[in-house]
């Protein structure tokens, strides 16, 4: 993925700086988004950063910005507010439209949910937007100030302490807040919406959630993020809000049903009878295409992968498993069997020949071991278990594989005694 940085003045003329994360090479991008962070954040935030670049590996190109007087751009912070918030969120999309696209997609965090579910009325192009963690209005943020307000009152300006940092503010920014206090405005919204909101959130309660969902109209949902903090800081939890958030945007966005099918791009044409493996980006990602489908295969992050689709071997014992089902059942249903269900469960090790026990002659170094756990459910005798273990290890693949791999199957839970 590429990371372009991008620089644009707000109506102040301040110069705003943000980064543009785009899909891996060979991954067309599908639709733009524009992402807005949390008060007195930056762009570099790792909810941001790891929410935006896990949408552009789905083909979502997102800009993520600093407001006026945070992170890389100019200003100053005192001199903000949240209607400057706002304008900067108009210009940063105004960016995106005379660059590349006008975005699609809006997703703010914390304060920044507040700030698109203000900014959305004046971008048309807008689809979908989601808010993470956010206060349903601007003046949620007044409790962070209330130990600052009489010096507001008296002087003007006050120092105040958020998070782990100090700030400079101007009363103008608690008039502006006030301005924002209704959540009339979400009632009007006309895009879908997603909420996602943690019960657990100390700094923004989860009745905010509540308050936003009751104003705004269908379409609408809501998504719990269980045990996650504030700041997303655990990486699983950022990792599920862009997963989820692929598959909910791909209803509005047009994205294809599952939500890849749209970053795969079009399937190139493939006989039948025959697979296609191509690269869609230079390290790992590859699209997979029969004559009628197609599938992603990479690797895990930990090994410099996308992690959008399954390795090579989980494949392979995807392919297997699913043959001996389908044999299995088969069989079942020509004799008249009373299988109701079965499960394949596989797994694959590299052993040293001399500790391959159960394997057939002789074996030097390493060799591939895949073993395979079938969970048989039905009113069966014991006979008859015996036979569908046996007609698993006549199944296709198996037999493929078996003849230079060594394949151990069993039950996963020997039958208990009658």
């Given amino acids: 993925m590429a990371r372009i940085k991008l620089e644009f003045p707000n109506p102040e003329g301040h110069t705003l700086v943000g980064l543009l994360e785009t899909p891996p090479d060979r991954v067309p991008t599908a639709r733009y988004a524009l992402f807005a962070h949390c008060f007195t954040c930056s762009k ?5 950063t790891r929410i ?3 949408l552009a590996a789905r083909g979502i190109a997102v800009l993520r910005f600093d407001f006026t007087g945070l992170g890389n751009s100019d200003g100053d912070f005192a001199n903000t507010n949240f209607s400057s918030n706002v304008a900067d969120l108009l210009a940063a999309a105004r960016k995106l439209e005379e660059d590349y696209e006008a975005p699609a997609l809006l997703i703010g965090h914390s304060l920044g949910g507040a700030a698109v579910l203000a900014a959305v009325h004046a971008l048309p192009s807008v689809e979908a937007v989601v808010t993470i963690a956010s206060p349903a209005t601007a003046s949620h943020v007044q409790h962070l100030l209330s130990g600052a307000r009489g010096q507001l009152e008296e002087t003007g300006e006050a120092e105040v302490q958020i998070g782990q940092r100090r700030f400079r503010i101007r009363k103008q920014l608690l008039d502006d807040l006030d301005r924002y206090a209704s959540a009339d405005h979400i009632r009007h919204l006309n895009r879908a919406l997603l909420v996602f909101h943690s ?3 100390t700094i923004v309660s989860i009745g905010e959630a509540g308050k936003i969902f009751q104003a705004a109209r269908h379409p609408k949902s809501f998504i719990s993020l269980d045990k996650a903090d504030h700041m997303l800081g655990n990486r699983e939890d950022a990792e599920y809000v862009a997963e989820t ?3 909910w945007a791909s209803r509005y966005l047009g994205l294809g049903k599952h939500g890849f099918e749209q970053s795969i791009g079009t399937a190139p044409r493939v006989a039948e009878k025959e697979v296609l493996v191509t690269e869609l980006d230079t390290r790992f990602l590859r699209g997979l ?3 009628r489908h197609q599938w992603l295969a990479d690797e895990p992050k930990s090994v410099g992968g996308s992690d959008l689709g399954p390795t090579p071997y989980d494949l392979l014992l995807m392919s297997l498993g699913a043959c001996i089902s389908m044999t299995v059942r088969t069989y079942a249903r020509h004799q008249g069997l009373a299988l109701d269900d079965v499960e394949v469960r596989l797994s694959q090790e590299r ?4 500790d391959c026990r159960d394997c057939e002659g002789e074996h030097e170094g390493k060799l591939e071991r895949i073993e395979v756990r079938l969970n048989i459910l039905g009113a069966l005798t014991s006979e008859e278990r015996a036979r569908l273990l046996e007609i698993a290890a006549r199944s296709p693949v198996y037999r493929t594989l078996a003849a230079s791999t060594h394949v151990q199957i069993g ?3 020997e039958p208990r005694a009658a």
């Fill in 52 to 54: 935006s670049r896990a």
């Fill in 44 to 48: 570099d935030i790792a909810a941001a």
């Fill in 199 to 201: 019960p657990l959130d």
């Fill in 351 to 354: 052993v040293h020949g001399t």
């Fill in 245 to 247: 958030l692929v598959a």
């Fill in 289 to 291: 295409y029969t004559h």
């Fill in 411 to 413: 039950f996963e839970e």
